[in-house]
């Protein structure tokens, strides 16, 4: 599908059903065909009073039979030909879905979510409507107009029917003029409709935000802007088409004019019977509905190769992570990590993120991240994950190149709790399994006492099977951290990274999970990233990143000799952490005070 058009691609595989389907119209159209010839001979019998009465009762069951004929096999192509287009848009949705899962992040953070949304939405509806309402109306007016106007040249008059036709090749002047007015006016809508998704989804992400800053009337006028704009751009498109569709109405209507007027002249002449004249004006009146669908499906075409062009984009869209050519058939690894003098920038045109980093973590050992924002620490998990790729040669996972191991390896082979702490919309016990390997009940009970969250699950009225909400915000930051902590610790992986995962603990918690941490990780490497000096005083080694580089380096005790940033933030930290009132003396008296009073 991504070489050519989308719906070609499609018809090429289904082509064998697309003909069966076509056939069963078919036959539909031929068996409402026969009725204007049996119209012509009941008509001219009574012109001639040659008809006898038991003709009327064979005309009703001629016509009946018919009508059952053509309502069974029109039916049965329709549903068939329409199947087929819902098989196209399952495909497409999925190939759609199923490459957006190989595409790196840094895509998604240059992409609107609307936008996204837009295609696997309205962009496969358009395609879909392609595949069902085009391809029927155009196999339809194919066999219709053809056949019909053989019978109308062939059996009534030559020069009737050429004369009546004459004004319709005008529907295809129409359609040429018309369809890059329609194709632009198509892409602004679908443009449009994706801002417009964008808006909405960000303001029910930040609803608290807004309402927070009391900004619901500032969001309402952005919201009332962009909604504007898609009301503009969906008139633009709807005055093209109905300016189009007038026009075709038009033609078709001159057409059947003269038919009635020329039509007229030749029976009065006797050139041709009455029967000649229902017959031919029935044929006729058969046309205008294909002959205004022709032009209603050019319209259609037009949007959907706006669509088809949007998907191809993202379809052509290649992957930047993904396996090289050089990548190893490994399916483990130990966990042994070395970095050596690994400089990052995000973009060519952009200063280095990190500089010359040079780090070494054995196996089973633990190495603690701390600086300010902005640093660099959760880009060096990111490159440890493969988030971004890495300059070869300069981060190895047991003696391999991070760049020669198959991603599904190293990503299945790594516990990894984000800064984030995303949940999915899922039930608790969803969110902690959240992995390819199958979990009993048990382990996801005891990775949740691990993480220190049992009991707030248990208070719960449905318990591990409480869904959460979008991003799981029915849960408190503490506790989604302590579910994501959880959702790592149950995946038996060599590696274990925690980017700032206990910020939203309190201290109490903290020391329990910590404790719980220094048992589960034994054996493990782990990487952890942290604000809080007390979360990583027992590890292996610390290091200390300023503007992308290593600043310090040691453990926790040979850290606090130096006179470095490390040695600062633990003071502060320390200091911060002195009781109420030996800070502010004069506050705990009044406090006792007022306690007095109360009792």
Known sequence: MKQGPIFREHFKLHKWSYLFGSILLAISLLLQLWVPMLLKEFTDGLQEESIQVTALGELALWITLAGIGTFLF?????????????????????????????????????????????????????????????????????VLISIAVFLMAGTINLYLTLLVLLPLPGLTFIAYRFRTKIQFHSLKVQDAIGILTSRVQEFCSGISVIKTYVQEQEEIKKFTQENQNNVEVNKQLIRSNSIFTSLSQGIVGLSYLL?????????????????????????????????????????????????????????????????????????????????????????????DVLRNITVTIPKGTSLAIVGKVGSGKSTLVNLLLRVYNPPKNSIFIDHHDIRNIPIKTLRSSIAYVPQDNFLFSTT?????????????????????????????????????????????????????????????????????????????????????????????????????????????????????????????????????????IYKKMYAQQTTQHIPIHSKFPAVHERKILIKRRRS
């Open 259 to 351: 038919s009635i007027v020329i039509g007229s002249i030749l029976v009065m002449k006797g050139t041709i019977s009455l029967g000649d004249f229902v017959a031919f004006n029935t044929y006729l009146s058969m046309l205008i509905g294909p002959i205004e669908n022709i032009g209603k499906v050019i319209n259609l075409l037009q949007q959907g190769k706006a669509a088809d062009h949007r998907i191809r984009e993202v379809l052509s869209t290649d992957p930047e992570i993904k396996d090289e050519e050089e990548t190893l058939p490994i399916s483990s690894f130990n966990g042994d990590i070395r970095i050596k003098n690994l400089s990052f920038k995000y973009q060519k045109n952009m200063g």
């Open 74 to 142: 029109r039916s049965s192509g329709r549903i068939y030909i329409f199947r087929m287009s819902r098989i196209l848009e399952r495909d497409l949705r999925t190939q759609l879905f199923s490459h957006w899962e190989t595409l790196q992040t840094e895509y998604y953070q240059n992409q609107r979510i609307g936008n996204l949304m837009a295609h696997a939405v309205n962009d496969v509806n358009i395609l879909r409507q392609i595949g069902m309402q085009g391809f029927f109306q155009m196999v339809e007016a194919a």
């Open 428 to 564: 608790i016990k969803g969110n902690i399994s959240f992995d390819p390997a199958p979990y009993q009940e048990e382990e996801i009970y005891h990775a949740a006492r691990q993480a220190q969250i049992y009991d707030d699950i248990s208070d719960l009225p449905q318990k591990f099977e409480t869904e959460l909400g979008e991003r799981g915000l029915s849960l408190s930051g503490g506790q989604r951290q302590r579910v994501s902590i959880a959702r790592a610790l149950i995946k038996s992986s060599p590696i274990i990274i925690l980017d700032d995962s206990l910020s939203a603990v309190d201290s109490k918690t903290e020391s329990n999970i910590l404790k719980t941490l220094s048992t589960e990780m034994r054996g493990r490497t782990a990487i952890i990233i942290s604000h809080r000096i007390s979360t990583i005083q027992e590890a292996d080694q610390i290091i200390v990143l300023e503007a992308g580089e290593i600043v310090e380096r040691g453990t926790h005790q040979t850290l606090l000799k130096e006179e470095g």
